[in-house]
């Protein structure tokens, strides 16, 4: 700094540092620790349960648009007793269309959002005790993948239910899905465990 044209430097003392550290109140940071440590572990069970019933809960919302019609009406494939667009049907269509634009699409989307948005502050430890779980298996540039991981299922098992009056149309759509998949998995290599990436490997290929 400068005082009256002197220049004055402020060398770091460690043993000040500690002095200070501990006028601390240990008790509130004890406090806080435990408070953070809750908070992350909370976060991580409920987003590891989320992302467990994301693939069967998305695909019973495509389901539920899966109608077949028949003459001047459509009924669910699902269950042909349910008859679509009418009475019942529509009775349950705002809750299908909140849960799908909340959890099957706004999940991912949210994770997604949240890892870009701190991308530069996703090995910093905030950062890391809070949603490290997400990408602590991946490689730098590969945080993502877990996003990635579930756009595919989501593809796999929910949008190609669509095409089921079309065998050879659906084969063929679930084929370029995992190729794409594959193609992505080899330009990332996303996976800290090479036994992991090959399982992934072959499970694309399969």
């Not at 998995?185 to 990436?197: A, D, I």
Request: net charge positive.
């Amino acid at each position: 700094r400068n005082f009256g044209g002197k220049t004055t430097t402020k060398t770091f003392n460690r043993q000040d540092f500690f002095e200070q550290l501990k006028t601390l109140d240990q008790q509130k940071l004890m406090q806080w620790w435990n408070n953070q440590s809750k908070f992350s572990h909370a976060l991580n069970t409920t987003v590891q349960i989320l992302l467990l019933v994301h693939t069967p809960v998305t695909r019973m919302v495509f389901q539920y648009f899966n109608c077949h019609p028949i003459h001047s009406k459509s009924f669910l494939k699902a269950d042909y007793s349910v008859e679509c667009w009418v009475g019942k049907w529509n009775g349950f269509l705002a809750y299908v269309i909140l849960i799908g634009c909340t959890f099957t699409i706004g999940f991912p989307l949210s994770v997604y959002l949240y890892i870009a948005k701190h991308r530069r502050e996703l090995y910093t430890p905030k950062i890391q005790a809070r949603i490290g779980f997400l990408y602590g298996s991946f490689v730098k540039k590969a945080e993502f993948w877990e996003v990635h991981e579930i756009v595919r299922k989501t593809m796999l098992t929910g949008v190609i239910i669509y095409l089921q009056s079309r065998p050879t149309m659906q084969s063929s759509v679930a084929i370029m899905v995992c190729m794409i998949a594959c193609c992505t998995l080899n330009y990332y290599e996303p996976h800290k465990n090479r036994m992991v990436f090959w399982l992934a490997q072959m499970s694309f290929v399969i």
